[in-house]
């Protein structure tokens, strides 16, 4: 059975950093590109990045192109996000999510994290 | 940017009602759309992708059709577990959302 665990969320500064981390099993890792997509309170899914199975290709959406970086370490079966230069408007519950099928990115995210809450305020 | 939008954006439903939930998008996009269900507090759910492939698993009641710029998500026989909002995906964009509640 695919997990996906996300951890890292938490209250930061505008203009901090935070790094999300999850940590996948049930499923060959290494054989799937990934995303993370995040969810403001009471707003809509908005799709954030994505990476290719072996990480050598990248996704952003423009809302957070050149702040965020997203990331993975296979041999840990651990997918990261790295963001900086946080805002109020990233304040959301960010998933990970599996793309489907196998290799390059599809954009069909057929098994999702619980997510975790990151904050942005002072 | 495809813009991608879903209606209605509520819709209220009776069980064993059949239920249509429109997606248009800005342009065509062939048949690369994805379908999901997400209920309040939880993660999405994938349901259908290319359009119209019923991911394994969820009941054969959801259908989707469509291509080129305008799709639908159909459940047939509105069950209580199908409540919750509804949310179509073009590669990195999502629409609004559609949310299915009891009238």
């Known amino acids: 059975e695919v997990e996906l665990l996300e951890s890292g969320g938490g209250l930061v500064q505008p203009g901090g950093s935070l790094r999300l981390s999850c940590e996948a099993s049930g499923f060959t890792f290494n054989n799937y590109g990934m995303h993370w997509v995040r969810q403001a309170p009471g707003k809509a899914l908005e799709w954030v990045a994505a990476?290719?199975?072996?990480?050598?290709?990248?996704y952003y959406a423009d809302s957070v192109k050149g702040r965020f970086t997203i990331s993975r370490d296979n041999s840990k079966n651990i997918l990261y996000l790295h963001m900086n230069n946080l805002r109020a408007e990233d304040t959301a519950i960010y998933y990970c999510?599996?793309?489907?099928?196998?290799?390059?990115?599809?954009?069909?995210?057929?098994?999702w994290g619980q997510g975790t809450l990151v904050s942005v305020s002072s | 940017d495809i813009q991608m939008t879903q209606s209605p954006s509520t819709l209220s439903a009776s069980i064993g009602d059949r239920v249509t939930i429109t997606c248009r998008a800005s342009q065509s996009i062939s048949d690369w759309l994805a379908w999901y269900q997400q209920k309040p507090g939880k993660a999405p759910n994938l349901l259908i992708y290319?359009?119209?492939n019923l991911k394994v698993g969820v009941p054969s009641r959801f259908s989707g059709s469509g291509s080129g710029a305008e799709f639908t998500l159909t459940i047939n026989s509105l069950q209580p577990d199908d409540f919750g909002t509804y949310y179509c995906?073009?590669?990195?964009?999502f629409g609004r959302g559609t949310r299915v509640d009891l009238k």
């Open positions: 995906q073009h590669q990195g964009t």
């Open positions: 999510a599996k793309d489907s099928p196998q290799w390059l990115v599809h954009y069909y995210c057929d098994s």
């Open positions: 990476l290719s199975y072996s990480g050598s290709l990248t």
């Open positions: 290319r359009a119209s």
